[in-house]
């Protein structure tokens, strides 16, 4: 399969090339020739890391009327950096388009700025929830030529807790222009959104539903005592020095402890969790994706949207606090038919926990020696 066999153009085709994307993913298959032909609700269901951006984002820009300057498409996501991602690969995906205009919206920049830019001819709006109200109640952005809102990362932006901006936005939107939702699982919260202002006979597509996770992250786990925890982690990063990866812990006092002993022993890690200042996050970020650091520690929450390539491996230092953060951990790694590993450093009395991970999700846990 081709991605001129699924209708899209020749201009998109080459912005695809400059991304090194040659072939369509499963999702991709399954979703773009619908988008692109008729106006649907669409609901779509892949695992993290199948080229779901791609899958929407083209549809949406071969359905752009460039000579009109209104906002035609928007593109609602969790947090800023998968928004600034999304907005990035739209614009190179249109490179040898006509000219489409793309602005992405968020919390942690001046509004003013922003409402600036949105001055200028918008044709697709990539906006976190909250950011998209506060710019409504400023009257600072026209929703009113919308046909299309897509919902990327449903499961993250209900476990943000951005519930009722969603049924805010929705509420405005869903009448009269087409809903495509695209996630990774199909929690509760999920399934009340789809209910309440999704069409009943919205085309659903499910990739590898019997495989909640990407077959190319390997699970592995290993036990020690608590007080062991942090040498077993040095025992493993020396052995993978040359590799990049992320250590998740549960809580930021935990993070910032773990950064502690870990620079305390001259290892050069970066920390991310809810208490830095955006200033601050961005040097993280830039660092480990400019290469500059190796390892990332990082709370469930603060890593939200976080793409960075060649990422070999994920470390759940603590076990996450709901079984399904697993998905969203592990789904750091193994991204665009790489291969990763997920594993997960336990305490004796932890095994139970390990073990209800493995029957929920339908993953086989091997030991590390």
Request: proline share 3%; glycine share 6%; charged share 25%.
């Amino acid at each position: 399969m081709s991605f001129k066999s699924l209708g899209v153009t020749n201009q998109v085709i080459q912005g695809l090339e400059g991304l090194s994307i040659l072939k369509p993913t499963e999702i991709q298959v399954q979703s773009i020739p619908k988008l692109i032909k008729s106006p649907i609700d669409f609901i779509g269901m892949a695992h993290t890391g199948t080229g779901k951006t791609a899958a929407y984002s083209i549809p949406i820009i071969q359905n752009i009327n460039f000579t009109e300057s209104k906002i035609q498409a928007l593109i609602l996501c969790p947090t800023r950096e998968l928004g600034q991602q999304i907005a990035k690969q739209i614009f190179k995906l249109t490179k040898y388009t006509e000219k489409i205009y793309v602005e992405a919206v968020y919390g942690g920049e001046k509004i003013e700025a922003q409402i600036s830019s949105l001055r200028r001819k918008t044709h697709i709006l990539v906006a976190t929830p909250g950011r998209l109200l506060d710019l409504q109640r400023r009257k600072a952005v026209d929703l009113s030529k919308i046909n299309t809102v897509v919902l990327d990362e449903a499961d993250e932006m209900l476990s943000f807790g951005f519930k009722k901006d969603l049924d805010l936005i929705l509420e405005q939107t869903s009448r009269s222009s087409n809903t495509w939702l695209f996630s990774a699982t199909m929690p509760k919260k999920v399934i009340q959104i789809i209910n309440n202002y999704m069409d009943p006979e919205a085309v659903k597509v499910e990739v590898n539903k019997d495989q909640k996770f990407n077959p190319d992250i390997a699970h592995q786990y290993a036990i020690c005592d608590q007080d062991q925890k942090v040498e077993a982690l040095v025992f493993f990063l020396r052995s993978h020095k040359k590799k990049r990866g992320i250590i998740f812990c549960r809580t930021k006092r935990a993070t910032k402890q773990l950064h502690d002993q870990l620079t305390a022993k001259n290892y050069q890690v970066g920390c991310i969790h809810g208490d830095l200042k955006q200033i601050e996050r961005n040097k993280v970020m830039r660092a480990f994706k400019g290469d500059k650091l190796k390892v990332l520690i990082a709370t469930d929450i603060s890593a939200r949207g976080i793409d960075v390539d060649n990422l070999a491996y994920v470390f759940h230092y603590q076990l996450p606090d709901q079984v399904e953060y697993y998905i969203h951990r592990s789904g750091r790694t193994a991204r665009a038919g790489r291969k990763g590993v997920s594993i997960l450093l336990i305490a004796p009395k932890e095994v139970k926990y390990m073990r209800q991970i493995s029957k929920q999700l339908h993953i086989e846990f091997k030991q590390l020696q």
